[in-house]
């Protein structure tokens, strides 16, 4: 990490501690709020109440660099910011605490824009992630227009609606009551006569952001670490783009690959949801048509089904199914060989008994023809 602090004593008396704010804010980068807020607490416990940062950053992380000017605004210490070279995007936020005071050296340069971030996946989350974009982005104007003492909405109008970087010279930040002074250097001398237009001071700021994703502003022990590679296989630039390159070409593959099996799934649940359902159908239909169940109740033994298949078909199949009004009321045909036999006929045979339960119409008209009446049991 490039931020570093050091205590120095005061020409007046008592200690402060100065810190050196260089480089990109976030988890692990060169101002870490992790570790920053650690080393500010333990110095406070030990008395330490005036504290000076030095700033040259492009800015980083919105969530670590909330934390720590909240962690700035709520506890008892005396905080100045010092501009040295930039204080841009994040950096030019933690800067706008109304109760700290912002000195800035004459060439030094603040800029503000838009919040930005990216995201990967469903439209769902896409959205979300730009409404969790919103929020973060009111709360930074919500600083920003309590430090220049405007409406908030006025500021958003002035710097984050079109979406572009809007730079300020020291002396222009002063101005609109972001810094309270200007630091004069020892050597005051004229601006360099290359220096012709704001566009110059842009392209020469622009080129510094780009230059902090250059692999030698970075820890290679951990690009190698997150890279699962030996610190020595990317000691130059050409090799860690190129490894770099085979992770985000192999995340690619994974994610067609990945796209493709869920193409396949899903035709193959269709499938299944299809056989599922003819299966079902095929169960209602079988026991409709043995009369087990009526038509009016095809809705509720198809949700029973589709949701338990075994427990409906045990169901059905227990159910006895209803003989048409017309086949009960057909004579049972009687066996050629039977046709001619009397009521004694079927007594000798020991048939009486199956012949009165399967065919009673012709038992009673024997009974009838034997005892000159009908027989009372039918």
């Known amino acids: 990490m490039k931020t570093n602090f050091r205590i120095v004593n005061r020409d007046q008396g008592g200690k402060v501690a100065e810190v050196y704010m260089y480089g990109v804010i976030g988890a692990g980068l060169d101002i870490d709020t992790n570790v920053i807020v650690a080393q500010v607490e333990q110095m406070r416990r030990q008395g330490i109440r005036d504290f000076k940062f030095f700033v040259n950053s492009e800015g980083g992380e919105v969530v670590q660099g909330c934390a720590l000017f909240n962690y700035l605004d709520r506890t008892d210490i005396d905080v100045e910011w010092v501009i040295d070279g930039l204080a841009a995007s994040m950096m030019a936020m933690l800067i706008t605490n109304p109760n700290h005071k912002v000195s800035a050296a004459r060439y030094a340069k603040l800029m503000y824009h838009r919040v930005q971030g990216s995201v990967y996946g469903n ?48 002396e222009e930040a002063k101005k609109r009551g972001l810094v309270d ?18 566009k110059t001071v842009f392209d020469f700021f622009n080129k510094q952001l780009l230059n902090i994703i250059k692999p030698n502003n970075m820890d290679r022990a951990k690009f190698a670490n997150l890279l699962n590679k030996q610190e020595k296989d990317i000691e130059t630039d050409e090799a860690l783009e190129s490894a770099v390159k085979a992770v985000v070409d192999e995340n690619v593959t994974l994610r067609d690959e990945l ?14 949801k299809t056989m599922n359902e003819a299966k079902v159908k095929q169960l209602v239909d079988s026991a409709i048509a043995a009369k087990k169940i009526g038509e009016d109740e095809r809705e509720t033994y198809t949700k029973l089904a589709t949701n338990d298949f075994e427990m409906a078909e045990k169901i059905i199949g227990k159910l006895q ?3 048409p009004v017309t086949d009960q009321l057909k004579t049972p045909v009687v066996n050629e060989a039977e046709k001619d036999w009397t009521f004694d006929d079927y007594h000798k045979k ?6 009165m339960k399967e065919n009673p119409q012709r038992y009673s008209e024997l009974f009838e023809a034997k005892y000159g009446h009908k027989p009372n049991n039918i």
Do not use: C, Y
């Open 123 to 170: 439209s769902a989350e896409v959205r979300s992630m730009a409404e969790m974009i919103d929020k973060f982005e009111t709360s930074l104007i919500e600083m920003m227009a309590r430090r220049m003492n405007e409406p908030v909405e006025e500021v958003r109008k002035e710097f984050f609606t079109d979406g572009l970087d809007h730079w300020m010279t020291a």
């Open 181 to 198: 002074s200007i630091i004069e250097g020892r050597n005051i001398a004229e601006p360099a006569a290359d220096i012709k237009s704001a």
């Open 259 to 272: 796209k493709a099996e869920r193409t396949k799934s899903a035709g193959l649940e269709q499938q299944v």
């Open 321 to 323: 199914g209803v003989t």
């Open 350 to 355: 020991g048939k009486l008994e199956n012949l």
